[in-house]
């Protein structure tokens, strides 16, 4: 079994940084990972994604240039570093494992989630 935990979130201004983590354990914790929001009355959505050896990654369009995701697999251990951050940028942050593909930003198409991180901005 796979068991993900998330760490990092707080409360940050509009305009600053912050740095999320996700730790990794278990059987078949190998794989592609990504990190997903959800904002209060909204859908989940897709943040960034970044393959099992960590030299490929993708972003969602409204994310590129101020988020950064890698991983340290050393440490089974994946990041999201959060520059500019807007009061948009507020919801809880999940990360996910995908364990035989790489590219999706769909949400079903991931097989274990951790319980999420709260990140909020305020203005």
């Known amino acids: 079994q796979v068991q993900l935990v998330e760490s990092g979130g707080g409360l940050v201004q509009a305009g600053g940084s912050l740095r999320i983590s996700c730790i990794a354990s278990g059987r078949s914790s190998a794989g592609s990972m990504a990190w997903f929001r959800q904002a209060p009355g909204k859908e989940r959505e897709f943040v960034a994604g970044?393959?099992?050896?960590?030299?490929?990654?993708y972003y969602a369009d409204s994310m590129k240039g101020r988020f950064t995701i890698s991983r340290d697999n050393a440490k089974n251990t994946v990041y999201l570093q959060m520059n500019s951050l807007q009061s948009e940028d507020t919801a809880v942050y999940y990360c996910?494992?995908?364990?035989?593909?790489?590219?999706?930003?769909?949400?079903?198409?991931?097989?274990?989630w951790g319980q999420g991180t709260q990140v909020t901005v305020s203005s």
């Open positions: 996910a494992l995908r364990r035989w593909a790489y590219g999706s930003t769909k949400a079903a198409d991931y097989d274990d």
């Open positions: 970044i393959n099992l050896s960590g030299r490929s990654t």
